[in-house]
């Protein structure tokens, strides 16, 4: 078998598109500019070109957007009040800021001090305690990311058995939560799982987290698999030549997998333009707006299909 990539460069196109279509439409209907502000603490290369693609995007799709370059050892009281300015921000909707952070901040009291409504990361414990509820909330960007790509290539996932290699707060666990509300059966694995291969095998779609390079190979999936990659590390190839590669032996598992992202050009584009979709949702839902958008956007707006929460009314076309 040879797999077929699943083209996350031209899928998130698609979804910018939609939520540029959005953004034009919360300007015409209602003058509403949404706002993205993001936070960068030091300068992290990985990171710094992470924040400048976030803010690039957001300013070619019409938000209005915001860059804060803090250095690396500024004060965590400093960063406190920048978030509490943010937070009183009427223009700003969406508050990113990326992780991770320099070793004397404390990370929760940085996350916390977000509103959650702002919170378009969905790392705050009240958005992560409601997607565990199950009610309407902002959810972690890369998470979104791989269900959309996934339904890309199979719209019924009930039934399914899903293998997510990583458990961090960011990535596996939420996506865990996702994936159990879609249907399947998600056995949440780590490095530490006895019999990892053995899972994986029995799984009809198997996610990689675990920031561990071509940990997956070919004879760990069943024939016929979904395969989606969200590990990006770094490696010198033998040429001595600086490499991006996947948690996935992308070569051996293609010979299996029905479907399989690549890295890059899998997960990693989906996770911006749901950061963005996500600050739309949040200016919507901050504003008690109706926006009516095209009816095949449904599934990109997972927590608006969930039982609506009180006077938040984020009307669909159906
Ligand atoms: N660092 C790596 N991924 C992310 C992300 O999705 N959000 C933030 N804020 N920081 C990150």
Redesign the pocket.
């Known amino acids: 078998m040879n797999a077929i990539r699943i083209d996350g460069k031209a899928i998130a196109e698609d979804l910018r598109a939609r939520v540029a279509r959005d953004v034009a439409s919360l300007k015409a209907e209602w003058s509403v500019i949404p706002g993205l502000a993001v936070v960068l603490v030091g300068k992290n290369p990985a990171?710094s070109v992470?924040v400048k693609t976030k803010a690039r995007q957001a300013q070619a799709l019409g938000f209005k957007s915001q860059q804060f370059l803090l250095p690396g050892d500024v004060g965590e009281a400093e960063l406190l009040e920048v978030i509490e300015e943010l937070n009183a921000d009427e223009s700003i909707d969406g508050i990113?800021?990326?992780?991770?952070l320099p070793g004397h901040i404390d990370l929760w009291r940085v996350l916390e001090a977000i509103d959650p409504a702002k919170d378009v990361?969905g790392?705050h414990p009240y958005n992560v305690g409601r997607l565990a509820a199950g009610r309407p909330a902002l959810a972690?960007?890369?998470p979104l990311g791989v269900v959309h790509l996934i339904r890309t290539v199979v719209s019924n996932l009930s039934g399914l058995d899903v293998v997510v290699i990583g458990r961090s707060n960011?990535i596996g666990k939420p996506l865990a939560l996702l994936l159990g509300d879609a249907g399947c059966t998600v056995t949440g694995a780590q490095l530490q799982t006895r019999n990892l291969p053995d899972f994986c095998r029995k799984a009809d779609i198997v996610v990689a987290a675990a920031g561990c390079a071509g940990l997956v190979r070919g004879d760990w999936l069943k024939p016929g698999a979904i395969v989606i990659d969200v590990g990006i590390n770094r490696t010198i190839d033998s040429r001595g030549t600086a490499k991006l590669v996947g948690d996935v032996d992308f070569a051996e598992a293609s010979k299996r997998a029905s479907y399989i992202t690549p890295v890059p050009g899998g997960v990693g584009p989906m996770?911006v333009a749901y950061l963005l979709a996500n600050t739309v949702n949040a200016a919507v839902s901050r504003r008690r707006l109706s926006l009516v958008v095209n009816p095949e956007a449904r599934h990109i707006w997972p927590s608006c299909d969930r039982e609506q929460d009180g006077a938040v009314d984020l009307q669909r076309a159906t």
């Open positions: 990171s992470y990113l800021v990326q992780l991770p990361d790392f972690p960007c890369t960011i996770t």
